[in-house]
């Protein structure tokens, strides 16, 4: 999203406010989150319809949404972003909202718009009214943390979205662990806040539920921005609603609170996901995405060969200052099970910074290198390391014939090359692993995922 943020110097006069409408108000609460303002010094009676239309530009351009799509608003209020949405992309957008006077005035607006696929129904977030994988997308704005079950109602979101599904949402965070007790009073008046959750509990929660966080911005600023614009405004305006605004964007202003957009994808079947990957480009990316949840979501299904890979070279290489390189080290499960191990002379390459970020975290390799081995530059001189260990790099959409040669040159005479191989990868990979001078010198099997098979393979130079 491109924001635009100006100084803050010259606030308006409040009386250029005027002219707005109680109603109008309370469109601009709705679109709090989302809108900003081109230059402060020049604020008119119309910014905030152009705000407003700008943000909502920006969340279709970076949604995908297009007339196939079928789109969720949770808490969706009287409608209006549902029926915009549907106006500009043409898909499908259902809203849920637990306020009948809310759906009401929702299904009523949307009899002006016959020919927009739009419907609105009164529920909870916690328990929505459709099928699993119903939705191709989903949106909360700004509503998340004041449903009194969040993981309840994420949950729920989760179910009802398809798997690699779009997920967007901006919320209050709290930057500290929990929220201070002045703050919460502040804030929390009329439990409209429930959840204080940080962005590292944020990040921590969707990755639990397998949600893939492809965005994630702090947008304090803008709220920032246009709290203090609004909060002139609501000098016309004492409402107890205005009161609890204001108070939010004090707590934003001292850097209490602060507000997060997101956007993530609903990924449950890793594999399929990282595999389905067309260029070595797109797989940096996708591991940079996936870093922070790698390590969860292959505990149970592949962390256990890292260990084996370890194990293997272990064998046959008894030598712990070896000079030995982890190739697609990803997060550094190998490394830490070689260090484990007694190993001390590690390096890292991977494509991917972010995977690399984490291994750096591990403190057990001496240098990390960011870099694509299909490259024969990859590393400045040949025939450098004792023992090259690739663990899950040989796979579909990842290492092939070209990076298996360059290992091969990397690697002193006599050096050792481990690698793991699923069965049907092998086959492609056959001709090429026998076709260079080494030799197979141990070869085990083990049962991985359903019921497939995956070799660990070392070959002697
Ligand atoms: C499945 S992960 C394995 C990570 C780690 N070895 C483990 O077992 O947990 C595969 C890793 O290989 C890396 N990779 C794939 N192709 C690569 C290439 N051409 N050059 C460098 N790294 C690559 C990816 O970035 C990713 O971190």
């Known amino acids: 999203m491109d924001f635009h943020l100006d100084t803050l110097s010259n606030l308006p006069n409040v009386t250029v406010f005027t002219a707005y409408q109680k109603e109008e108000l309370e469109e601009v609460y709705q679109s709090l989150a989302w809108g900003y303002f081109g230059n402060l010094s020049d604020v008119s009676n119309q910014d905030f319809q152009k705000i407003w239309g700008r943000t909502k530009n920006d969340t279709i351009s970076s949604s ?37 006077v809310c759906i009401a005035n929702a299904i009523a607006q949307a009899q002006n718009h016959p020919s927009l696929r739009l419907s609105f129904h009164q529920a909870e977030a916690t328990s929505l009214p459709f099928p699993d994988g119903w939705f191709t997308h989903v949106l909360c704005q700004g509503t998340l943390a004041k449903i009194p079950e969040t993981e309840l109602a994420l949950g729920e979101i989760h179910r009802v979205l398809q798997e690699r599904g779009t997920f967007m949402f901006d919320e209050m965070v709290t930057p500290g662990s929990a929220l201070s007790e002045v703050v919460a009073t502040q804030v929390d008046r009329q439990e409209e806040l429930t959840s204080t959750w940080s962005p590292d509990d944020w990040r921590e929660k969707l990755a639990q539920l397998s949600f893939l966080v492809l965005e994630a911005e702090d947008l304090s600023e803008i709220v920032k921005q246009n709290g203090k614009v609004l909060s002139q405004m609501q ?12 108070k939010i964007w004090e707590a934003i202003d001292s850097g209490k609170v ?21 260029n070595t480009e797109e797989l940096r990316l996708k591991y940079d995405i996936w870093a922070s949840a790698y390590e969860a979501d292959v505990e149970k299904h592949w962390r256990f060969m890292t260990e084996n890979a370890a ?16 190739a697609g080290a990803g997060t550094g499960l190998v490394g830490e099970a070689l260090a484990k191990r007694g190993y001390t002379n590690i390096v890292a390459a991977d494509l991917s910074e972010e995977m690399l970020a984490s291994a750096r975290n591990k403190q057990v390799y001496k240098v990390l290198h960011q870099c694509n081995l299909e490259d024969p530059q990859a ?23 070209g ?29 090429a692993l026998f076709e260079l001078p080494w030799s197979l010198i141990a070869q085990s099997e083990f049962k991985i995922y359903e019921n497939e098979v995956m070799y660990i393979l070392v070959f002697r130079k």
Not at 379 to 401: K, R, W
Not at 408 to 427: H, I, N
């Open 64 to 100: 995908d949404l297009t007339a196939s799509s079928r789109l969720l608003i949770v808490r969706c209020g009287k409608g209006k972003t549902a029926i915009w949405l549907a106006q500009q992309t043409g898909c499908e957008v259902v809203g849920v909202d637990m306020s009948e």
């Open 235 to 246: 000098q016309l305006d004492r409402s107890e609603q205005s009161y609890l605004d204001r």
């Open 258 to 278: 602060e507000w997060w957009f997101y956007k993530c994808q609903k990924v449950t079947n890793w594999l399929s996901w990282i595999c389905d990957t067309s």
């Open 311 to 326: 194990l293997t070279l272990e064998k046959v290489l008894p030598v712990k200052e070896a000079f030995i390189l982890d």
């Open 379 to 401: 590393f400045d001189s040949l025939e450098t390391f004792d023992a090259i260990i690739a663990a899950g790099m040989f796979a579909y959409a990842h290492a092939g014939v």
């Open 403 to 431: 990076v298996l040669q360059n290992l091969f040159r990397f690697l002193k005479p006599g050096g050792l090359f481990v690698a793991t191989m699923r069965s049907d990868y092998y086959k492609e990979m056959e001709r």
